[in-house]
Each structure stands twice: as C-alpha cells, then as structure tokens.
C-alpha cells in the first residue's frame, strides 16, 4: 500500500486507484488536523510557553530556597601576614531558617597545638540568609614569627530549625602563604530529607 503525498492528501475526493477507504479517510482526517494545528501554533505562542515555563522553573527553585525548611551555614576565614598574623571571619547563614544557639570559636595555634589566639562570637539568634562580621571576629597576633607554619581551628555549633543541635570543626594549616581564605561549609540539612 502507498502512503498518499501532502497534495494529494488536500485534494479531497476519493481515494486513489487500490487504496483502502478508512485509510484513505483517516489520511483526510489528519491532515485536516495538521493544516488546524500549523495555523493555532505560531512563534509568538511557542515563545509564550517557554517564558511561562521558565517561570515556573523559576518559581519551583525559588521555592526550595525561601521556603523549604533548610540550614546552609558557612564560615569564611580570611589569614594575612601584616606585621604579624591578622585573621578575619564572616559567618554566613544562607539557610532558609533562624538558627540559634550559636558559637563560633577561632583559634590560632603552634604547632604543638599552644593556642596563641582566640575570637568568639555568641549569638542568641542568626536570621536566615543573613552574615555577621565585625570586630569581634577579626584577630592580630604579633610576637610570632611568620616564618613558621601555624594551625587555624574553627569550631562552630548550633541548633538549626528543627532544634537539633549542630557542630562542625574544620583545622587549616597556615603560614606557607601571605594570605589565605577558607571557605568552610556546614553539613546541609534539608526538609524532609533530614
């Protein structure tokens, strides 16, 4: 059996020479709905559906950031050789909850594990997508040769938004470079993986 041509298929009337007729009409039928169909679908309409999905991708993401309940902290420590040893921290809370209970410990040590520096900061209670710094979290430490290499621990605990109470502690060996950043980054809890 021969599959009619697009202008045969338009021509209407009956079907050719040895050709069945429901084929023949269900051929008639669908190319009906072609010719409707490639006269409704235009570029412009194309277009529209995929502005309208990537909103709603979007949107579906936006979703798991502002709304799912999740915590995401992370501690970025900043070391310098400037006439000594200067260290600065930021503490950043980019979960989509408060967390409370916090204490962030720094501490600059030998070695050995002599610890030569130390800033703390505690906090009753940290904002979801906020970031602390300031001078409670910047350190110099002088009377120390910068020629040796020394450790930086950071220990930060919390309770995330189901109450449950987190600790992380990451050690960074210093001292070989003039300046070093560490981004340090809390295991993730997500709702209702967690």
């Known amino acids: 059996m021969t599959t009619p041509s697009e202008a045969e298929l338009r021509q209407g009337g009956s079907p050719p020479e040895g050709e069945d007729l429901e084929a023949w009409e269900a051929a008639q039928e669908a190319a009906k709905l072609l010719s409707t169909l490639s006269k409704e679908i235009t570029p412009t309409r194309v277009a529209m559906a995929g502005a309208v999905l990537f909103m709603l991708i979007t949107m579906t993401l936006s979703g798991w950031y502002w709304l799912l309940p999740r915590d995401a902290v992370t501690v970025e420590t900043q070391y310098m050789q400037r006439g000594g040893h200067l260290m600065m921290a930021e503490l950043h809370n980019d979960g989509s909850r408060a967390i409370t209970e916090v204490v962030l410990e720094i501490e600059f040590q030998t070695l050995e594990g002599e610890v030569l520096g130390l800033m703390a900061l505690e906090l009753r209670e940290m904002k979801a997508h906020t970031s602390i710094s300031g001078d409670e979290l910047e350190m110099m430490v002088v009377g120390h040769t910068v020629w040796d290499e020394y450790v930086v621990v950071v220990d930060v605990e919390y309770r995330d938004y189901s109450g449950s109470l987190r600790e ?26 967690d």
């Open 168 to 193: 992380a502690t990451w050690t960074h060996t210093v001292g070989v470079w003039s300046q070093e950043i560490f981004n340090d980054k809390a295991e993730r809890h997500v709702w209702p993986f």
